[in-house]
């Protein structure tokens, strides 16, 4: 429901128009309050943290309060993964 939600903005918002081109189809903990911040400012790399049952509540999937998510093309964070020092995603 959260992604449906967040594409639905993404497709709405104006602010938003050169991401429109995107198919967004993962959420990942990105970091959470008190709790270790990635080196990479623009996405967190490691194994964990894919919210990847789109049944289960947030809270269930580790979501707390202040957790920053991303959202983004599964296929183009594993290219990135790859080689993270190229900026280009």
């Known amino acids: 429901e959260l992604k449906e939600t967040c594409r639905k903005h993404i497709a709405s918002d104006a602010r938003f ?3 429109r ?3 967004y189809n993962t ?12 080196q ?3 996405i ?7 919210l990847l049952d789109d049944k289960a509540t947030l809270e269930f999937a580790g979501v707390r309060n ?3 998510l991303s959202f983004f ?10 080689s993270p020092t190229e900026t280009k995603w």
């Open 17 to 19: 128009k050169i991401f």
């Open 21 to 23: 081109s995107i198919e």
């Open 27 to 38: 959420l990942k903990i990105y970091t959470q309050a008190f709790g270790n911040k990635t």
């Open 40 to 42: 990479n400012l623009i």
């Open 44 to 50: 967190n790399i490691g194994d964990d943290g894919f």
């Open 66 to 68: 202040e957790t920053e």
């Open 73 to 82: 093309n599964h296929e183009a964070y594993k290219a990135y993964a790859r």
